[in-house]
C-alpha cells in the first residue's frame, strides 16, 4: 500500500464513528476492557468492535493483554493523546 493511500485510511478511519467512539469510551473508562463490554457499549458488534480494535492496534493507539482466551483492550500513550484530541474536538463543535 502506497504511504498516501495508507494516510488515506487512517484519516477516514478517524471521521467513522465506532473507532472514535471506542477511542473515547476506552479513554473515558481509563482501565482495561474486554472486547464484548466494548461492543455493548458504543452500540456495535462484537466482530465489527473487534476489526476496528485491531487496526487501532495497527496504529499503535490501543494494546491487546490475553487472559486465557479472554483478551483485555486498553489505550497506549499515543492512543491516550488522540482521544483526549477527539474529546477536545467534540467539546469545541458543540459551542
Do not use: C, W
Request: hydrophobic residues 40%; positive net charge.
Amino acid at each position: 500500500m502506497s504511504p498516501q493511500k495508507e494516510n488515506e485510511d487512517v484519516y477516514s478511519l478517524f471521521l467513522q464513528e465506532k473507532p472514535r467512539k471506542i477511542l473515547v469510551y476506552l479513554k473515558k473508562e481509563n482501565k482495561q476492557l474486554y472486547i464484548a463490554i466494548i461492543s455493548k457499549n458504543v452500540n456495535a458488534t462484537y466482530a465489527h468492535t473487534f476489526n476496528v480494535l485491531k487496526r487501532l492496534e495497527k496504529l499503535n493507539l490501543v494494546s491487546f493483554k490475553e487472559s486465557g482466551r479472554i483478551k483485555l483492550v486498553k489505550l497506549t500513550e499515543l492512543g491516550e493523546e488522540v482521544a483526549k484530541v477527539i474529546i477536545n474536538l467534540m467539546d469545541l463543535l458543540r459551542l
